[in-house]
DNA sequence: CCAAAAGTGTTTGCCTTACACCCATGC
DNA sequence: GCATGGGTGTAAGGCAAACACTTTTGG
């Protein structure tokens, strides 16, 4: 191992996951009490250390699957958070990502396990030290996220109906939107299309269901080079 | 010291700073050549390694500030780069910030002490490790930034005429614009004020002099909480 | 007097918003 | 047959884009 710059100070280097799910018509987010000191019982984002031989997003992935049981889930990174004192205990500097998950997909029985709980984003508990910060940066991001682009799409079931969707969106922005002016504005997406399926769950007459158009190429308007 | 979590690695982390500057009617780019291994000689952001008892942040103003003697400077965390093999010398956790600064107020002697140069954004020499990758981000951040408000005018003499930001914009956005749109634009920004003095260098008939509005309060309307 | 940059309004198309009623079905 | 959620169109206002000429003055 070669030590070109052995005379700098190291860090314990950790990622914290800020891991939104829809659920019950509202934007929640997973969180569980911290079980070790200091901070001991506090209410926390879930995280882990990053290994010696560890990309940072590998990490971020990893830590999510062993919470969850997924792979493949959307996940970005927030930012690094590096303040001297922001955790209690010892230094850490923290990288915080975000994920989008399908509620359906996840084992309830795995949530349990880990003693982890959902939580309504504007009913959240006091969290442990600077998560709360996190999660407000998360929250920026996502939104700019899923005004962008299908990203929102993440966090349904493949198939779904435009009113569920028109909730996940009042969620995710936090406001009403009209039904009429919702619905020009997915049909004239080219990420979602219409399938011939019907669902009669939510109602008599029977909805829609769309799903993600796999033919959907993003391009990034904005990324030069 | 305490040790809750001793038993984790630890990494070297250090600061890359994307300079931004404004030059010849260009959006301009301060790097160096690297003076250590590996890598000595490449093109290179200039950047430094956090220190046992420094805020992140602090590490980005220490860094600038020991570059250009400038202090005050509007800074931004880009992200953080996380790749094991990112660095050909050891393995160390980058996070990138942007700087804006007007290069009228940098000392070019001390540009020359520390071999720095600008370069033209879209002539960039090739860079040493990921720094392409973190230039690309940031160019995006700040063409967010400079679109949401005043942001841009840090890379401006504190008095500027109407064509001098125009030429910024067209710059930081790569695209030139109608001048009285843009005109219309500026004057119904309220971030920009119009000044009684008028700037003959540019022209035989001379220019206003606008400046910041130090009244301006920023809102921020999508952070929640 | 002319070159060179400063300054100034109007029109057009588009996109966003506001708004109310009929449809299909299970019960 | 009625309650429930699904589904549809149009008009108005605001915003961005296109576009060309007059003004001032140093040389």
Request: glycine share 8%.
């Amino acid at each position: 191992m070669s030590a070109y710059y052995s005379e700098h100070a190291r860090f314990l280097v950790s990622v914290d996951c800020i891991i939104f799910g829809f659920k019950d018509g509202r934007l929640q987010l997973l969180i569980g009490k911290r079980q070790m000191d200091p901070g001991r019982g506090a209410w926390s984002l879930y995280g882990g250390f990053v290994k010696a031989d560890e990309d940072i997003d590998t990490t971020a992935k990893r830590t999510l699957t062993s919470l969850t049981g997924l792979s493949k889930v959307f996940m970005r990174q927030v930012g690094a958070f590096g303040a001297v004192d922001r955790d209690p205990g010892e230094r850490v500097i923290s990288v915080a990502y975000y994920a989008l998950i399908n509620v359906a997909d996840y084992d309830d029985r795995l949530r349990e396990k880990y003693g982890l709980q959902w939580f309504d984003m504007d009913a959240l508990p006091p969290l442990y030290s600077d998560h709360k910060e996190m999660i407000g940066m998360a929250l920026t991001r996502l939104r700019r996220q899923v005004a962008a682009g299908p990203a929102g799409l993440r966090l349904l079931p493949d198939l779904f109906t435009l009113t569920q969707l028109q909730r996940l969106y009042e969620a995710v922005f936090g406001k009403e939107m009209d039904k009429r002016n919702f619905r020009k504005r997915i049909q004239a997406a080219d990420f979602i299309e219409k399938t011939a399926l019907i669902d009669k769950s939510g109602s008599k007459r029977g909805a829609a269901l769309y799903r993600f158009n796999k033919n959907f190429v993003q391009d990034y308007p904005d990324i030069k080079q």
